[in-house]
């Protein structure tokens, strides 16, 4: 299994915003989607949000809700993940997986397939 490629993040001023990238060249049998979790030091992976590829359709963690977007290319082949206004809190690795979506009593949960090599944001004030 081909791992997604990562690109972007880097140090970013607080209140700016952050673009991240992912290419995907192949996808596992089952996965429909790309998710992107991050892990802040010290802390465990939380999900940020993904992307139905054959919809489209988006969902978001409550803690970026109005403030990113999840979005794919025409060729389903690159996710960008945009996040603005951010905080210190929004510094970590960042990182895309192709996986397996689904949603049960309203809350969305994603099995991991294949992770990419992951990216740092760093937010400085």
């Known amino acids: 299994q081909v791992s997604p490629v990562q690109s972007g993040g880097g140090s970013v001023p607080t209140g700016g915003s952050v673009k991240l990238a992912c290419v995907v060249s192949?996808?596992?049998?089952?996965?429909?989607?790309v998710a992107w979790f991050r892990q802040i030091p010290g802390k465990d992976f939380e999900g940020v949000g993904g992307?139905?590829?054959?919809?489209?359709?988006?969902y978001s963690a409550a803690f970026v809700q109005g403030r990113s977007t999840v979005s794919q290319d025409a060729a389903k082949k690159t996710i960008h993940l945009q996040i603005s206004n951010l905080n210190s809190e929004d510094s970590a690795m960042y990182y895309c997986?192709?996986?397996?979506?689904?949603?049960?009593?309203?809350?969305?949960?994603?099995?991991?397939?294949?992770w990419g090599q992951g990216t740092r944001v760093t937010v400085s004030s």
């Open positions: 997986v192709t996986a397996a979506c689904s949603v049960a009593n309203g809350v969305a949960s994603a099995v991991p397939s294949t």
């Open positions: 992307i139905y590829t054959d919809t489209g359709d988006t």
């Open positions: 192949e996808y596992a049998a089952g996965d429909n989607c």
